[in-house]
């Protein structure tokens, strides 16, 4: 069921749906025991024209420092390498963010802000070979113009939103990229105007289940904006399944329509997700 955006002050917006209300509920009555997860890029940071540039709100963090001490654990899920969202979130060094984790590349990083140390695994052979395929490729397919590629270490991307009509150089790409990718062993994850070539085997859902499990929270909240956060809205109905309360929150854009019909709440993109984290915090 969708729910309408909510921008707010003060007080907690109610989930729309019954598994959502009982997620809350279980938040608000054992925090301590809540594990909170986030998406980075268009959920603690709105999405801009060059990813390079992007921040986390100016409140986010504040936000995460009063939470943080009062729950379970808090990560950050994010499709961009670990140390890039550590440093482009103003993560690291942060009291109150001590426990922070950001898991990277989908799960396959791991930053601990106790040790400020990145764990990750060698790179996949088939991002390598890609990545330098990849400029000669568009080149071969015609592609269209103001396109352009982002090194992400662990996966390659490339971009549509700079060209002149971003979503039909993203439908006219999205196929030859699937292509490329399966020769080389890798999957295609679109995104808002974004599609990257990565590993499989690795994705917000199971990075998420894994990390829930392992804390033993007994309630959860994830809160994302884009595609890729599908898989992860769909570990907490698993784990709901499993009697884990949870809340589906969706940082709303009209270019990911699907995550708003999932969620059990909808706020309008990051400034208001900063602001029901930083008034969850206040209620805990």
């Known amino acids: 069921m969708e729910s309408s955006p909510h921008a707010y002050t003060g007080p907690l917006p109610t989930p729309s749906t019954q598994a959502g209300r009982e997620g809350l509920t279980a938040i608000l009555a054992r925090p301590a025991r809540t594990a ?6 268009g959920t603690l940071a709105e999405i801009v024209p060059d990813p390079e540039q992007a921040r986390a709100h100016p409140r986010a963090v504040p936000a995460l420092a009063v939470l943080a001490p009062k729950v379970a654990s808090v990560a950050v899920i994010t499709g961009r390498p670990a140390e890039v969202a550590v440093r482009y979130g103003g993560f690291a060094g942060v009291r109150g963010l001590d426990h922070l984790v950001v898991l ?27 990545r330098g395929e990849l400029p000669g490729y568009l080149d071969q397919i015609d592609a269209p113009p103001g396109i352009w590629i982002e090194e992400k270490g662990h996966a390659v991307a490339v971009h ?3 060209a002149d009509d971003p979503q039909a150089a993203f439908a006219a790409l999205r196929d030859p990229l699937a292509l490329l990718a399966a020769r080389h062993g890798l999957v295609l994850e679109p995104g808002r105007m974004v599609l990257e070539l990565r590993p499989p085997g690795t994705d917000k859902g199971k990075a998420l289940g894994d990390h829930v499990r392992g804390t033993g929270a007994e309630a959860v909240l994830y809160a994302g904006d884009d595609l890729g956060d599908l898989p992860a809205f769909a570990a907490v109905d698993a784990l709901r399944e499993e009697g884990v309360p949870g809340l589906l929150v969706c940082s709303a854009s009209a270019e ?15 400034s ?5 984290l930083a008034s969850l915090a206040e209620q805990l």
């Open 104 to 130: 990277g590349h989908y799960g396959a990083e791991r930053w601990d802000a106790v040790s400020g140390e990145v764990h990750a695994p060698a790179p996949h052979p088939g991002v390598t070979a890609a």
């Open 36 to 41: 909170v997860a986030l998406d980075f890029d």
């Open 272 to 276: 208001a997700v900063v602001e029901f």
């Open 160 to 162: 549509t939103r700079r």
């Open 256 to 270: 990911a329509p699907e995550l708003a019909a999932r969620a059990d709440l909808v706020l309008r993109g990051p």
